[in-house]
């Protein structure tokens, strides 16, 4: 099955069908580029290089400890509380101000919210 360009009238242009010039700087372009690291000095510097960079990424920011870990929970715990008492302080200014506006006899006889519950 001859694809689109080949039912054109047109070749595929490959490495095998290419110029001269393209096969001289292909060449040329892999000469240019062969690995840096054939050195072993030069390996082994940089091998040197990526294990100071490792260890200086390690002190700049280190993994968290456990007692870093039961902070974190203690601010989440006390983060908790506070929502709690914010969320039962609004219920209880509702309140108020419904007994303020039609008398303690209307709030009294209203629903009161459910409990709050707690996930995870």
Do not use: N, W
Not at 29 to 36: H, K, L, N
Not at 46 to 73: K, Y
Not at 90 to 111: E, F, I, N, S, W
């Amino acid at each position: 099955m001859a694809g689109p360009i080949a039912a054109r009238g047109m070749s595929h242009k490959t490495r095998e069908v290419a110029s001269d010039g393209y096969h001289r700087a292909l060449a040329a372009r892999r000469q240019a580029a062969s690995p840096s690291l054939a050195d072993p000095d030069i390996a082994q510097a940089v091998e040197r290089q990526t294990c100071a960079m490792r260890e200086l990424s390690v002190r700049a920011f280190p993994e968290p400890d456990e007692a870093s870990a039961a902070i974190e929970a203690a601010r989440a715990q006390r983060r908790r509380d506070a929502e709690k008492t914010r969320i039962a302080a609004l219920r209880q200014a509702r309140k108020d101000r419904a007994a303020r506006q039609y008398g303690a006899t209307v709030a009294a006889a209203a629903p009161q919210p459910a409990e709050l519950r707690t996930t995870a």
